[in-house]
């Protein structure tokens, strides 16, 4: 799982297989956002789930929340290879000034 | 189309230095960020904006100054560059209108020697 300080994790799977990253955050959130970072380019928004949902799908993406544990996965199902680059997630830590605070992500590699 | 843009995309300087970073964005979003991006670690941020003319420290202000002369664009200063601030550096707009989801630029890369 990411948080703060902690290093990169790294994932290593084959394309066609499931894979779930976790998160887990510090103080109380209204919302955790999964981003995804390809290679040399800019962190995208790939789900989003508040603080009153525990799941949200969208096509082979899932994000849970769990706030009684303060923590939150993703799941993609059948990934490609397309599907390699580093997973972050993010949380508003309740603040309503904008300010994100991001894990330290995980790097996932789907071998073809 | 791209909404988040920097310049310049790479760019080296020497110990000491001034280095200017420059970002635009055309989301009309009233937030800015700026983060700086290390091998192996994830996104720390530096500074922020609210608004033209508004800028916030972040977690890692030592170093950087950062301008917001317009809704549009964001700069971020380093007036006396170290090899210790090398690194890749993201800015990002958003609002709470949309969540506060940030939209990422391309990323400067900084070498200094």
């Known amino acids: 799982s990411q948080w703060g300080e902690e290093n990169l994790q790294a994932l290593s799977i084959q394309e066609g297989e499931d894979v779930t990253m976790n998160c887990s955050y510090k103080?109380?959130?209204?919302?955790v956002q999964w981003y995804r970072q390809k290679s040399g380019k800019g962190p995208a928004l790939i789900i989003l789930?508040?603080?009153?949902?525990r799941e949200k799908r969208s096509g082979r993406l899932r994000a849970t929340l769990d706030t009684s544990s303060q923590s939150s996965s993703l799941s993609i199902t059948g990934t490609l290879a397309t599907d390699t680059a580093v997973y972050f997630c993010?949380?508003?830590?309740?603040?309503?000034?904008?300010?994100?605070?991001f894990g330290a992500g995980t790097q996932l590699i789907v071998i073809p | 189309e791209a909404a988040v843009t920097q310049s310049p995309r790479n760019k080296v300087a020497v110990t000491g230095g001034k280095v200017t970073l420059s970002c635009n964005q055309t989301?009309?979003?009233?937030?800015m960020y700026w983060y700086r991006q290390d091998t192996g670690h994830g996104l720390r941020l530096i500074h922020y904006?609210?608004?033209?003319?508004?800028?916030e420290k972040g977690d890692i202000p030592d170093g950087y100054k950062a301008s917001r002369p317009s809704q549009e664009n964001f700069s971020l200063i380093l007036e006396l560059a170290t090899p210790s601030q090398t690194s890749v550096y993201f800015c990002?707009?958003?609002?709470?209108?949309?969540?506060?989801?940030?939209?990422f630029g391309p990323g400067t890369r900084l070498l200094v020697l």
């Open positions: 789930i508040r603080s009153n949902e």
């Open positions: 990002a707009s958003g609002d709470r209108a949309h969540q506060d989801t940030q939209y």
């Open positions: 904006s609210y608004g033209a003319g508004s800028t």
């Open positions: 989301n009309n979003h009233n937030n």
């Open positions: 993010a949380t508003d830590e309740g603040s309503a000034l904008g300010r994100l605070h």
């Open positions: 103080t109380y959130t209204t919302v």
